[in-house]
């Protein structure tokens, strides 16, 4: 089955961008997935075609029309009924590998991109669409948010990943980071691989990436410890 993309934009000609090349490029030439970017534009109903006005209550920048994103949403629905609908915005709740897994896993995604201030608040309700936000960064457009999103779902879809296990063992997928990785020279500029890679004692190799993975996630991301140690509890 096609995992079926589209994306609503003020930029189409952003898409397939990055993602094609490479793993998801060879993916969509090989059909496993597809990409329909969908103008925002085309669905603005006056004659010059206006997609955004003037925020209520004042203040700086525009904000896209509910209308206009409406109409594109219910576009994107009659294409693909079953997809979920996700607008991307810094105000959403962060992504995560569990919601990606999750997506990866079903018919396709219809992502929303945002441009200006954003979106005018009662899309989110009127349309049930999922608020989601890539990280506490501002971007200026919704759509390299998408193709993070993307590219995430696009790399788990069955038969994309080279090595069938190479998904499994990564960071957040156990809830912790990964262990660190090193390849050949051993030595380079006085700094050696940690001997214990070298030894070929597979036991070991496993116990001491397990505590790396522990130790990192512990230091660099308290917040992932706290909750990786909740969840055995
Ligand atoms: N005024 C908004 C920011 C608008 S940035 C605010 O302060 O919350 C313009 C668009 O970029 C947004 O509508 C959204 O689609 C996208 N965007 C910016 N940062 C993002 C983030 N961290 N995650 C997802 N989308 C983001």
């Known amino acids: 089955m096609t995992f079926a993309a589209t994306v609503l934009t003020l930029y189409p000609e952003m898409f397939p961008g990055p993602l094609g090349v490479s793993l998801a490029g060879r993916a969509m030439a090989e059909g496993k997935w597809s990409l329909n970017p969908v103008h925002i534009r ?29 109409a594109a949403i219910d576009h994107a629905r009659e294409l693909a009924p079953d997809a979920p609908v996700l607008a991307m915005t810094p105000r959403g709740k962060p992504i995560s ?95 050696a691989i940690p001997e214990v890679l070298r030894s070929g004692d597979h036991a070991k190799i496993a116990a001491w990436r397990k505590q790396r993975a522990d130790e990192d996630t512990r230091l660099r991301r308290p917040d992932l410890w706290e909750r990786h140690r909740d969840a055995r509890v």
């Not at 206006?50 to 004042?58: L, M, Q, S, Y």
């Not at 018919?107 to 441009?115: A, E």
């Not at 390299?144 to 063992?169: F, K, Q, T, W, Y």
Request: hydrophobic content about 40%; glycine content about 14%.
């Open 42 to 70: 085309d669905f603005a109903a006056d004659k010059h075609r206006t997609v955004d006005d003037t925020p209520a209550g004042g203040g700086a920048g525009m904000v896209l029309k509910v209308d206009v994103l409406a």
């Open 97 to 191: 590998q569990v919601r990606i897994r999750a997506l990866a896993e079903g018919p396709g995604v219809t992502l929303l991109c945002g441009r200006f201030e954003g979106f005018d608040e009662r899309i989110f309700a009127g349309r049930n669409v999922e608020e989601v936000s890539v990280g506490d960064i501002v971007l200026s457009g919704g759509e390299c948010a998408a193709l993070m999103v993307l590219d995430a779902c696009i790399r788990l879809l069955p038969g994309v990943m080279g090595a069938a296990s190479s998904g499994a063992e990564e960071s957040f997928e156990d809830g912790l980071l990964e262990y660190p990785h090193y390849t050949r020279p051993p030595m380079w500029e006085g700094r």
